[in-house]
């Protein structure tokens, strides 16, 4: 039999960061035993569903990489299938109608409370005749549960778990307009889409009792099932904005590369000993259920950021300057030449180690794309003092010469313009940087000096006296 796993997010917002692992794990286990991973969009909720909230979904799933089998499947366009099961079961004896009234309902939500249990429908219309329903009352369909002994699921993370069917009354399965329940739909559309198993949060562990009974009830197989622990924030509260409950793309947005998102993501509740970097051709090959954690993973901007940081500095040049053009001509307000991209090429060593994120690099290589005289930080400003600047000038006199403006014979012209005036290189070198960069931190001086070249290194020179 082969493996189908699907990702079944309901369209009422983003692919939020728990709903992205939630895929990355049914897509990796797909991949790894060759079977086929689906995707259903659950827009039964018509007031709360948006066409927006499918865009992003899928823009997030692609973002992400995350391809998916076959054609997206809308649960909304099967409801009358879903109905179909439920009147079968209404003709079976499995279930039936139920004519309480909202004020019977609400009678026994608040005997409930001041018991202190939870609500639990009280099956009054279960064996009653429909014809002592009350005048003018649309009748529910409700699931004939067992009431007796209990119900073990065997899931994949969890392990055995076990929950007394008494705990459990008779659901839903269409309203009084005829519309059928989330229970019933995800039931049927999980057969007729062969899935075999259902990878998702533990938060829908009491869902799997009731949908057992219900494939039972059918006489369909129901698929394995495998419950993954929920994020957490590094405190171990409930993961909050704050923490990071973002949509995806937020971090697309905060420029964090797919691939680092993935294997963060991967990391969160499933190890395979103690390795760190995965990439995806590995997480496929290892991937499997019995690895996953039964505990609650915690969320860790410090390590995403690490591991952005090692998937910048493994990118392929070309790749990144495509990512970070868009990012900088929004930075400047200007767009980025040919002229700019083979500089930031050229640049690209040596800002690639320095930074974790996107926006990080794209912020540390601006100013090589900048016209002087560039805006100053507070330190870099402060180095500009008379002596220094007088320095400059006579720096500025004796680079207009130099022919040869690689990184050693720079360095080599520098210290010996230093030791001519009996300064420290320092005393000139650290001037230098603030004026060909705007900051007291950059990458090595003489290669940002080889990288901007001699004729613009001499033009942010000659704008010295436009700092005040």
Known sequence: MSVVTRFAPSPTGYLHIGGARTALFNWLYARHTGGRFALRIEDTDRKRSTPEAIDAILSGLRWLELDWDGEVVHQFARAERHAEMARRLLVEGKAYHCYCTPEELEAMRQQARAEGRRMLYDGRWRDRDPAEAPPGVEPVVRFKAPRSGETRIGDLVQGPV??????????????????????????VDDH????????????????????????????????????????????????????????VEAYRDMGYLPEALRNYLLRLGWSHGDEEIISTEQAIQWFDLDAVGKGAARFDFDKLNSLNGHYIRTA???????????????????????????????????????????????????????????????????????????????????LSGQEDWSKAALEMRLREFAAAREIKL????????AVLTGSTASPGLFEVMAVLGRAECLARLAALGAYS
Request: glycine share 6%; hydrophobic share 40%; proline share 8%.
């Open 192 to 247: 007729d889409m062969d899935v075999t198993h259902v990878i998702r949060g533990d938060d829908h562990l009491t869902n799997a009792f009731r949908q057992y009974h219900l494939y039972d009830a059918l006489g369909w197989q129901a698929p394995a099932f495998a419950h993954i622990p929920l994020i957490h924030g590094p405190d171990g509260a409930k993961l909050s904005k704050r923490h990071g409950a973002l949509g």
């Open 162 to 187: 076990t929950v007394a069917n008494d705990q459990m009354d008779d659901m839903v399965l269409l309203r009084a307009d005829g519309t059928p329940t989330y229970m019933l739909s995800v039931v």
């Open 426 to 433: 320092g005393a000139v070198a650290q001037p230098l940087r």
């Open 316 to 398: 392929a040049d070309e790749r990144l300057l495509d990512l970070l053009c868009p990012l900088l001509e929004a930075h400047l307000g200007k767009p980025v030449d040919d002229a700019g991209r083979r500089r930031l090429n050229a640049a690209l060593p040596g800002l690639k180690p320095r930074a974790e994120t996107l926006e990080a690099l794209a912020d540390n290589a601006a100013f090589y794309l900048r016209d002087p005289p560039l805006p100053l930080t507070d330190k870099a400003a402060k180095l500009l003092t008379p002596e220094s600047r007088e320095h400059l000038e006579r720096l500025r006199e004796t």
